[in-house]
């Protein structure tokens, strides 16, 4: 059974850091594209990073030069460490497994979900 479970979520001030975990159990995270996604309050969920079986990424240009991402294949996990986290980053996070090894930063190419992990970035 494929299984994607978030964590690392919480209550963060303005310029601090999070770093979210995405474990997955009942396939290789490493034979998948693995996304992350966020939805703000009254907002359509939005792509925020991606990773492909070969390691590339792509991510949104809103997360430019403050988020990575990175996968642990021992730990069948994919991480992404946040930094410079600013208010418009309030969310809920969730990571989702992609339908092909060329899904793009689209929530219609993604099948699996977890069930999402909350970020409040507030002073």
């Known amino acids: 059974q494929v299984q994607l479970v978030e964590s690392g979520g919480g209550l963060v001030q303005p310029g601090g850091s999070l770093r979210l975990s995405c474990a997955a159990s009942?396939?290789?995270?490493?034979?998948?594209?693995i996304g992350w996604f966020r939805q703000a309050p009254g907002k359509e969920r939005e792509g925020v990073f991606v990773?492909?079986?070969?390691?590339?990424?792509d991510y949104a240009d809103s997360v430019k030069g403050r988020f990575t991402i990175s996968r642990d294949d021992a730990k069948n996990t994919v991480d992404l460490q946040m930094t410079s986290l600013k208010p418009e980053d309030t969310g809920v996070y969730y990571c989702?497994?992609?339908?092909?090894?060329?899904?793009?930063?689209?929530?219609?190419?993604?099948?699996?979900w977890g069930q999402g992990t909350q970020v409040t970035v507030s002073s």
């Open positions: 989702a497994r992609g339908r092909s090894r060329y899904a793009r930063l689209t929530q219609a190419e993604y099948d699996d």
């Open positions: 009942g396939f290789t995270i490493s034979s998948y594209v």
């Open positions: 990773i492909y079986h070969d390691g590339s990424f």
